[in-house]
């Protein structure tokens, strides 16, 4: 699985990539730009396989994931991975308070 920099740099490497993504839209895009399977679907509410990916890279996607739903998202990623496989994300399990200020000029 990958993100919208996953085949660029995995694919050359001959990796089977496969993609996620929730937006109809860039489920296209990426379609037509990789020439790779990828999958619609919700974060919220995956349907993977399971013991199916070697890897799952999850970049800036799990922020989008309730607090309270984290674990369970977690699990259904981690049930999708095969045995000794790796499961990356980046730093955005932590949520941290982004404050917000009107404009001024």
């Not at 109809?24 to 399971?50: C, G, Y």
């Not at 932590?94 to 404050?99: A, G, H, R, Y």
Request: proline letters at 10%; charged letters at 15%.
């Amino acid at each position: 699985m990958w993100t919208r920099q996953g085949p660029p740099c995995l694919s050359p490497l001959g990796h089977q990539v496969t993609g996620l993504d929730g937006s109809t839209e860039l489920v296209a895009l990426a379609s037509a730009a990789s020439n790779r399977p990828v999958l619609h679907q919700d974060i919220l509410d995956l349907d993977l396989p399971t013991a199916r990916f070697d890897g799952i890279f999850a970049y800036a996607a799990l922020f989008h994931v309730p607090g309270s739903q984290i674990g369970r998202i977690l699990a259904d990623l981690a049930a999708a991975l095969k045995s000794r496989s790796v499961l990356g994300t980046t730093g955005d399990l932590i949520p941290l308070p982004i404050p917000v200020s009107p404009v001024t000029k």
